[in-house]
């Protein structure tokens, strides 16, 4: 079968899509064909980075064919290749040379690439298929950019996305480019790396800290996915101090490496703080000589490489200047004093770079962040060299705090957007799922490029897992946010990149339900936090709390019939993205809403709380069989210890307390009789018959049983066995009903039984306590006559229930009463035939209107004196 | 791994269970060593029912252990042994003789066993285990008791219950017996044959009809779920004429045969119906000749087998006698009549027996069917001679219509009940899914037996599939009612049941969940059938259609949870007991509620009508996919032809319409304003922030745009792009509220921007047309001072909502007014700045709880005239 490369690089509008040919079509170049792929030429003498990712190109074609692709550095005997270049390679000085190629194309740009089909590219060479990059990135983009157009996803390693197989690949000849990337610098930020990734770095490397091979992987993802920028984990690790090979790989890669707002001067925190014994207090008015000398040591080891080197300064362990570390929101009072001292600082630290690096300071890319307190001194007046970036931050939920003015947009060093989908801080840390809604992130971003922040954007993405989508969303952004731009189909563009997403991980056919469904995970996930989330936070009596469990479990149904659906090759895949995000979210809810019940419930000593708190149980229980299965079977326990973040038990904004703990449950001992009357402002109780508040049983010996499950709702209650006398059985109902209504209608929903004792059918005796009660044959005409069983028999037995009514008065009421209270009564049932199954009751004094299941239960006070 | 089997014969007090043991404890005998069962003794000039079920029991130990029991004859080698026997086997005999076993046990029984491990039982044998029957079924219930306890389950081959393979097996010592049944006759009957089963035999066997083979597996299931008695098809098929092997398979294998109640003298319909032409009218009156001839070949052909005889008899094909065929309700009102004529075709009938059989009447099992109008004839006094049993009837829908009363239970004869759980009829066919709540029919039949009807149970299962569970629990409780009254503790005896059923099937750990899961079902189906339902069976407006599709699609997402839960073998048979029904039944659920609201947001011509309609269409598509899957795809397309029957789009009580026909929907034009107004009686109004009734763009070029899941609810609403100026641009929401409210309050929900332009934050205007607007700033202190922190910024967003609220007055109100009507106003809402987004309005005039989505959305009424 030939396989036909549908046309990527959508920004180059001279090229069309096709999805039918042959490869002996002359308008196609041939890259695989009967499962072996073509040949990759590089010049051996190229960047590093780009022969690294020629080397994944070519595995990629293995991860496809079955055959990794040859790469050969010296021309041989193919009439056909792959030639991957920067332009600094010999080939391509060849091509260029010899006008087979026109490089032209890729003066003054940055990070791009062409691709084409070239005739007689070389000698000897009939037909190659050329990459050439403007620079290192720009080739490895183009080189990526053929693995994801051969069906290898980004995420193939990161969330197991499959490769299918395909045994001819060919590719449309044409002039192909992504462009130039809208945001300069694009980039991560590995943040909060405990639990999750520390253990599972440490489950996988063996290793306390990240070391390059984990680096390597995270800078292969960055690439894939066209970002160039990576703020590391600083935590407990320091990236710089454990593996001296992290720097290296990133440079070797291609990554440009910063680090975070706090760490200046290209150190760690850790590096720092694991000194803190021989280097004193992190405070430049008491201990400047030895935070210079720290800071100088960074620019020293830094000085050969691409980082990006963050200057200024705040307290120790990301407080504020002069604040405590852990405490990183505290307002300290001192803004001028401040002020001067981090202007002093930063003078002095770009004296250093000056200094070690023996340039000028502004030719050593630097970024200052207005991160928190930080911006207020930009408000104030505190202001950096013109080639600084100024890196904005949003509010760490995700939405942006300040754009620059039209004359602030004038500063020549740009403007950078931290941005978060992680985050630990008030009000509760957010760190164990993604709760950010597409529509918001796009939202806050596009407004982010329409005012014109296009220097850096950064991304904090926690340990990384699980927030692979608002990662792509947010590297397909920064290279291309003008699609996103309302004036440019923004909403549109952002609906075609989730189904595109979609597609990509999961095929065509399965993408718009995947994404739909992903779409609205991210939506009611952007409710709450499951750390934020408690019993109280949606309202119980309103039907609220269920309909949002509702909404869930409707999804969560809906993600199960598609994962049955889905090849099993893509579940592992579809099981990180979507099951089991949404499994787990809805099992919280499922949690807090059962304990929200049980609190109701155990509130009015009704046995059913005891229901609801084994569900509270079997809910948390489940919760860490969830995060088992995540851990120890998706991909055959390949992500061990990543899903390990504490979830259940904040009290605060920190996770401070041991583990995971049960919400609390209370139980309702049996022998306590439940206390409660139904009321309702709504003109009418409507009562599940197993809630009565007391119960005859016959003299006769006949007992009241409750049968669960009978009747549409709850359940029944009949007097059991059907052969003993019924005498001198009641049932009694509590309730409250306005003092102004003298008499009621009650319903007796009943099961559709048929007078099996013959006529006259089954009779009820119905009244309140101190009122005269009324008699009422409830099947009289449930018979085959003809006038019955057409309009009442057949309608009647086939839905399963009988809706008996009578009017019955109220005892004391005051119908002319100036004032209407509600006052408490008693509705007393007493069967006088056996065979009768109550099964709800409703008490009308105006304000019902008949549905199929007799409305729901009306809510119940609690009687504290009775 | 030594196995031990569990004890069975709970009806033994005298047997106790035990769960360890190992083959060399003198407690247990071996059946099962290493894999290879014990050899079966049976004597071969034994009862050929019994000789059957042994071969079956033989493949039953090969299904166990990969190798069947070796069958033998006579005694060889072989030291210990399974015997199995009736009362006439010529080893039985040996063994009574030398009174190794007691056969006393036996005598007088009906349709018993005893199992008992016996040492040295005949000459040469150091052990067996004896199964020794009272008659040929006894025997035949004792063998199946063993396949059970070695883990077939009766359901291996009609469900695809797989068989656990295990390599040992013993059973404790000890004399077990399951007593004798509690009613005499136990029996289904398969109506309605065509589509379903037609289908699915014509594809399994080639035939138009049921022959020998289809019956054989059938009167194997009867027996190994201890039932004897069957009606046959008779539809279209005739059990006698079709094949005559079937009537003698019947005989062999141990089951007796009856005729439904319309068709008497053990004839089929089809047997008159094929051949009309010839016989003339089934008219006795006036073709009594003809019809006495065909009588009394019946009785000829069945006169040296068990068959039981159905007397008396009722109009052609199943109408009343007097009625039109196909109108088999209908009243034929001349009572007296036919009273005197049945009198005669009874009385004649059994001359012909007498005649025939050469014996008094009374000497053939008899039966009289009081179906339909066929009790009233009884009531006015028609009787039937002492010996034939009175078949009494349910309604069709599972209520018992009569019980005997204290004197009509000395009946000799006896009486029985015919019991449906599958009807063809008003008011709607319920052919297609199983829809019978367990505890209704356990209320039911355990009144049946209360009251003495003890003599035949028959069951109208409809295709047989897939009315598996109850089937099974009918047999059970056949066999034994008494355990299931309630003063034995029926409902925990049901509970039980139902649990042993779903481990029987799924295994021990999964039965509990299965159990639940399956009662829940049975419970939601039978509040409607599919063939009832329809868009207007549940209340759209009180949210109830909402709620029971979330309680259909909760249940679905745990039966969901469970199947994949389960071994991959234990899927078919989920499938075809939970899987398949609840997911067919949610999306027929699905699908009305879909048609309910296209319906309601048609009549408002808002174009989310549309949405519903593909939800409709996608629904009605879905459903013949999971019946597909069904037919081809369970146990790789064995039921394939099962799931044939028409469900959606009844109009009457019969099916007389050529297919399911999509539910019909109705398409809003995009171009047609949509012309509403939210009203409501609580007090306040809720309203979607895109259902705005007009708009204003604003002058700018700046245009509303809605962004679909932003929000917690709906979706956002903003003007974009946000770089251009907003003025002039409003939204206007059309509502209803009291004349006798001058002013409201009017929350503004929308996304929790942050004031990125500066301060004061971003502005709207809020007023009623017509009025004077006030300005509101939304954001004004979300700002990271120390007094808003933690108190509004951090609590505000992280929950991603401001709910901005201000009071505004309503113009031409009539605070005074005698008569308080509701006005129509339109709320205008007009931002100051770029980047708001609008989510959610709440206009509260005295009703409104604040709760996390701001309440449903109100209703909203038609404006006719505008």
């Not at 207090?281 to 080891?301: M, P, S």
């Not at 066995?721 to 009943?750: E, F, G, Q, W």
């Not at 409703?842 to 304000?847: E, F, N, R």
Request: with cysteine; glycine share 8%; charged share 25%.
């Amino acid at each position: 079968m030939l396989f036909v490369l549908p046309v990527f690089a959508i920004d180059n509008p001279g090229v069309v899509a096709t999805s039918k040919s042959s490869l002996s079509d002359t308008n196609f170049f041939t890259l695989v064909s009967d499962g072996l792929p073509c040949s990759i030429l590089v010049d051996e003498s190229d960047a590093t980075g780009l022969l690294i990712a020629t080397n994944n190109l070519s595995h990629d074609f293995g991860r496809v064919t079955g055959h990794d692709a040859q790469i050969i550095n010296d021309l041989g005997s193919a009439k056909k290749l792959i030639i991957v270049g920067t332009l600094e390679s010999k080939f391509v000085k060849a091509m260029s040379k010899s006008k087979q190629i026109d490089t032209s194309l890729l003066k003054g740009k940055v990070e791009s690439y062409i691709m084409t089909v070239v005739g007689n590219p070389l000698s000897g060479v009939d037909e190659a298929l050329v990459v050439v990059g403007s620079d290192m990135r720009g080739s490895i983009y183009g080189v990526y950019e053929l693995s994801e157009q051969i069906g290898v996803s980004p995420w193939y390693d990161w969330m197991d996305v499959p490769v299918e197989r395909k045994e001819n690949l060919a590719i449309k000849k044409g002039l192909y480019t992504a462009g130039e990337p809208a945001v300069r610098y694009r980039g991560l930020f590995l943040n909060d790396e405990a639990p999750c990734l520390t253990s599972w770095v440490k489950n996988t490397y063996g290793t306390n800290y990240g070391d390059h091979r984990f680096y390597a992987r995270v800078f292969e993802l960055i690439l894939r996915l066209r970002g160039n920028y990576l703020w590391p984990a600083m935590w407990s690790w320091s990236f710089y101090a454990d593996d001296e090979l992290n720097s290296k790989t990133a440079q070797e890669m291609g990554v440009i490496m910063g680090t975070s707002h706090h760490e200046p001067m290209a150190r760690n925190h850790q590096e720092w703080a694991r000194h803190r014994g021989e280097y004193g207090a992190w405070d430049y008015v008491t201990n400047q000589k030895v935070v210079d000398d720290f800071f100088r040591k960074g620019i020293e080891r830094a000085k050969d490489n691409e980082d990006i080197i963050t200057i200024g300064m705040r307290g120790d362990g990301d407080a504020p200047m002069g604040g405590k570390e852990g405490h990183d929101d505290e307002y300290v009072a001192r803004d001028k004093e401040t002020i001067a001292l981090l202007e002093r600082i930063m003078a002095n630290q770009r004296k250093i770079i000056k200094d070690v690096t023996g340039k000028p300071a502004e030719k050593r890319q630097q970024v200052w962040a207005l991160y928190k307190e930080v911006q207020r001194y930009y408000d104030l007046g505190l202001r950096v060299p013109d080639d600084v970036i100024i890196l904005l931050s949003d509010d760490n939920w995700g939405h942006v705090r300040r754009v620059p003015s039209k004359e602030e947009l004038k500063h020549p060093g740009g403007w950078g957007m931290y941005y978060h989908v992680d985050y630990v801080g008030a009000p509760r840390n957010s760190k164990w799922l993604n709760v950010t809604p597409i529509q918001n992130m796009w939202e806050q971003l596009q407004l982010t490029y329409a005012y014109g922040i296009d220097k850096l954007w950064i991304l904090n993405v926690g340990d990384l897992k699980p927030m692979e989508y608002p990662i792509s969303l947010f590297m397909d952004m920064a290279w291309n946010a003008p699609k996103y731009l309302p004036e440019n189909g923004g909403l549109s563009t952002l609906e075609r990149q989730l189904n595109d997403f979609c597609a990509q991980q999961f095929g065509e056919e399965q993408a718009p339900e995947a994404a739909r469904i992903f779409n609205l995970l991210c939506k009611y996930n952007g409710r709450s936090t499951a750390e934020m989330l408690d019993k109280g936070t949606y309202d119980l009596h309103s039907g609220e709390w269920r309909q949002v469990v509702d909404e869930y479990l409707k999804l969560e149904a809906e993600a199960l019939r598609q994962y049955l659906s889905l090849e099993p090759s893509y579940r592992d895949a579809y099981k990180q993205l979507i099951l089991f995000p949404l499994q787990a979210m809805c099992n919280v809810y499922e949690m807090y809403y059962s304990q929200a019940m049980n609190h109701y419930y155990a509130s009015l000593s009704w046995p059913e709380a005891n229901k609801w708190a084994d569900n509270v149980e079997r809910c948390f229980k489940r919760d860490s069989l969830l995060c088992a299965d995540y851990n120890k079977n998706i991909a055959g326990g390949k992500w061990d210890g990543m899903m390990t973040q504490k979830h259940i038990g904040y009290f605060m904004w920190n996770d401070n307390f041991p583990a995971d703990k049960c919400p609390k449950v209370f139980r309702v001992n049996g022998d306590v009789s439940p206390n409660y009357s139904f009321s309702s402002s709504q003109g009418y109780v409507s009562i599940e018959a197993p809630h009565y508040q007391e119960s005859e049983d016959a003299t006769s010996g006949a007992k009241w049983t409750t049968i669960d499950g009978m009747g549409r709702t709850l359940g029944g209650v009949a007097l059991m066995p059907y052969t003993l006398p019924v005498d001198n059985a009641c049932l009694r109902y509590s309730m409250h009903i306005p003092t102004n209504k003298d008499s009621v209608t009650v319903h007796i929903v009943t099961n559709s039984t048929l007078p099996f004792l013959g006529a006259p059918g089954h009779r009820l005796k119905v009244g309140f306590q101190g009122g005269v009660p009324k008699q009422v044959v409830i099947n009289e005409r449930l018979n085959e006559n003809p006038e019955n069983i057409y309009s009442i028999y057949y309608p009647t037995v086939a839905r399963r229930v009988l809706d008996t009514t009578v009017r019955i008065a109220v005892p004391n009421a005051d119908p002319n009463g100036l004032f209407v209270v509600y006052h408490p009564v008693n509705l007393e049932i007493a069967p006088l035939d056996p065979g009768i199954v109550i099964e709800k009751i409703v008490v009308d004094w105006g304000g019902y209107t008949d549905t199929f299941l007799f409305s729901p239960e009306s809510e119940t006070v609690r009687i504290v004196n009775r």
